[in-house]
């Protein structure tokens, strides 16, 4: 294979001894003595890099800590490596850094075993490792939880309190109470921390359940994978014993027929034997683009809950939860601008604020101040300004054809009115990454008559060039 010419031992294991330094420093000296000294390496295959672990309970930990980052690292290093797979082999010699023969000679033994020696295991890092076909799907099916994704770290406010207590019952409660679980918002207000949540807490009421969080991508991916290495079989077996299964991010299925019919297939089988699902996606069910009817409906058969845009209120106590957490004194005043300033999404305020702590940090524990912060978040907050709002859509649009914003969002239906509205949704669709509902809102409309719009428009551009023309202009304008 053209990939295997560019590993040979002696790269690998100068690449390997730099990955080692790299997570060194990343991970600390002690995390490092504990867990990622005692790794060897073993074969190459297939863009599959084995790697020895002593014993299997290091490979779990190993597994769910640190496989996505050395894999990030050396796939950088060297883009012929795919995947690692991690195989449990008794230390032999102090092997830190060093390529291990008999971990190879194992390999070989494994792999020419006409059993499969390892199809199936359970767990948070539940593996698959089919050795009949070396390198096909040998990685972890479920990725890290964050640690700091719990409930005891999010902060409730009246815009995700509905969803925080969706979340709180499916993690608290032996009994399924609504499956499946759908979170839905833009981006960065919380779904995925959520759902670490959930697995943290039902992990700790219980370890020995099964519980599997990836993202849609990975679904996908891991399914193309296994269609390609004629693994569809083994893809589905893993799904066999999964308790609580959590999919990030399905809007990301839109389009891909084929990921959304294994996923359909999958969904119902764990719904049918009364397993719990738990879902994410930046759109409803029934607005999900490019995804089949019949998912969609399956998807909003349990509980639908949405977060809303953050309110001030949320982001102060937000602000002041992850100062906090940092240690870090944040003066009110401070925390008060950041929270006027920084309204679009949680994951951008939280940049802001540690780009705040660690200004005052490096520069000697410089004090936290009004004055300093501004300094520190002029660029940050100049992009802000710059982004464009609904509000503005709104009130250019209406400008621009002589009616008044009250009138744009009144329920009025004549022509004169009903465009210009129509567009203004339009443009709010593409200029923002707002969400049809949270567009609907502005509006005092619901989610449907956005897409409407939306479609609507997209007719009309197609068919008058004269308006195509307009709308062109209005967006310039907006954008500038
Ligand atoms: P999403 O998955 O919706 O894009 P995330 O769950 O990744 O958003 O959240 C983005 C960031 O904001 C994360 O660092 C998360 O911890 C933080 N965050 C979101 N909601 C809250 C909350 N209510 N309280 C504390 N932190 C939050
Ligand atoms: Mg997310």
Redesign the pocket.
Known sequence: MAEEATINDNSVQDQWGQICSQLKTEVGDTAFENWLKPLSLGSFSDGVMNICVPTRFMRNWVITHYSDRIHKIWEKKNPAIKNLNFIVQAAQEESHGLYNPTCRSLLKKISSSPTPQNIYQSGVNSVFANSNTEGSLNDSLSVPLNP??TFD?????KT?EFAYAAARKVAESRDISFNPLFLY?G????????MHAIAWHIKQQDPSRNIVYLSAEKFMYKFVRALRYKDAAAFKEQFRAVDVLMV?DVQFMGGKDKTQEEFFYTFNSLIEEGRQIII?ADKSPADLEGIENRLKSRLSCGLVAD?HPTDFD?RIG?LN??AHQLGVELPQRVAEFLAQKITS???EL?GALRRVIAHSQLLTDKEITLDMTQEVLKDMLRSFDKRTTIDEIQKKVAEHFNISVKEMQSSRRARTVARPRQIAMYLAKQLTCRSLPEIGRKFDRDHTTVMHAVRKVEELIVEDSSLAENIEALRRSLES
């Open positions: 700091q994704y770290n999010f902060v409730v406010g995700n918002s981006v960065g207000l919380g779904k995925t921390h959520l990030d994410s977060i949320l937000i939860n992850k999404n949680i994951r939280e």
